[in-house]
C-alpha cells in the first residue's frame, strides 16, 4: 500500500464550481480537481514559482509536484475542450 504525503495547501478557493455559460449545471459532467492540483496551478502559473520552489512550498518531490500539475492541466483541457464544468474537491 502507498502511503501518501500530506500536500501543503496555501489557500481555499472561493468557489468550487466552474461551468460554460448558458448551460444549467444538472445536464453537464463534470471533471474533479483536488485540492493539490488546484494549489498546483495557482503556484505555477499566478505566483510564477519554477517548478522546484512551487514543489518545497508543497512540500512535495518535484516529480510529484510535476505529476499533480500535469494531471490538473489535463483535467483543464478536457473541461474546456469537451464543455464539461470543473469541480474543485475541497
Known amino acids: 500500500m502507498i502511503e ?7 489557500f ?13 449545471l444538472r445536464n453537464l459532467d463534470s471533471v474533479a480537481l483536488t485540492l493539490a492540483e488546484s494549489e498546483a496551478l ?5 505566483l510564477k514559482l519554477p517548478q522546484t520552489k512551487a ?5 512535495v518531490s518535484q516529480s510529484t ?5 500535469r494531471s490538473a492541466q489535463t483535467k483543464l483541457a478536457e ?11 475541497l
Do not use: D, Q, W
Not at 504525503?5 to 496555501?10: A, E, S, T
Not at 473541461?79 to 469541480?87: D, E, L, N, S
Open 4 to 10: 501518501r504525503k500530506n500536500r501543503k495547501i496555501g
Open 12 to 24: 481555499l478557493p472561493r468557489s468550487v464550481y466552474f461551468k460554460p455559460a448558458g448551460v444549467p
Open 42 to 46: 495557482r503556484l505555477k502559473y499566478l
Open 55 to 59: 514543489a518545497r512550498r508543497m512540500r
Open 65 to 69: 509536484f510535476h505529476r499533480t500539475l
Open 79 to 89: 473541461a474546456i475542450v469537451r464543455g464539461r464544468a470543473i469541480r474543485i474537491e
